[in-house]
């Protein structure tokens, strides 16, 4: 907890631990520099002893450098724990974020299971179908109804063409007759010229010949 008494997250924890890691890290380094430069002063010096045929200070200097070139490869074991040890924190703090995300996932998930009634979404699913179905049944039925209105008209229309037809083939033919029928003597009765018109009879002959009966 800080001075200000706000509590470090896992975050802030973690971004510390990192920024120490990198501090360690690079400190290692700068020790490994100055061991390799200790290294070459002091290759420098046995060549130096042995040309000079100074065995005993070659033996003290050679076990020193020994010991200085373990040393440099102890701080590439701490180096390389380190490295460890940061890949670990990012790790965990991985996995922290995704136990973070699945709790909260958890938590939505228990509060829609509150709230949904699983009873009562069935038996709004079940009564959407029903009223689907009625509608569905009213249309075709609306659809029926219009199709035979609209055939019936059609149908009526045509039929009352045909008649129409017909009548105006038999007064076309009766038109000609009453031309072609001899002129009535004057003083005659109007009944005559009745008689010398079409009788039933023609009338019934033409439309068999249009194929009416």
Not at 14 to 35: C, F, H, P
Not at 125 to 150: A, V
Not at 178 to 184: Q, R
């Amino acid at each position: 907890m800080s001075l200000f008494g706000k509590r470090k997250t896992a975050d802030d924890v973690i971004k510390e631990q990192n920024r120490e890691l990198r501090g360690t890290q690079r400190s290692i380094a700068r020790d490994r520099a100055g061991l390799e430069k200790q290294e070459k002063q002091l290759e420098m010096e046995i060549k130096k002893m042995a040309k000079s045929g100074n065995r005993d200070a070659c033996k003290i200097l050679a076990k020193q450098l020994v010991q200085l070139r373990k040393q440099k490869t102890r701080t590439y074991a701490v180096s390389s724990k380190v490295t460890s040890m940061s890949t670990q924190t990012k790790l965990m703090n991985s996995q922290m974020k995704m136990a973070g995300a699945m709790a909260t996932t958890t938590k939505t998930m228990q509060t829609v299971n509150k709230t949904m009634d699983p009873q009562k979404t069935l038996q709004t699913m079940q009564n959407f179908q029903k009223e689907n179905m009625k509608m569905e049944m009213t249309e075709e039925m609306m659809n029926d109804t219009l199709d035979d209105i609209f055939d019936e008209s059609g149908d009526e229309e045509e039929s009352q063409d045909i008649v129409n037809q017909v009548l105006d083939e038999i007064g076309i033919e009766i038109s000609g007759k009453m031309a072609n029928a001899p002129a009535t003597a004057k003083g005659l009765p109007a009944a005559s010229t009745s008689k010398s018109g079409i009788t039933d009879d023609e009338i019934e002959r033409q439309l068999k010949a249009l194929g009416v009966d």
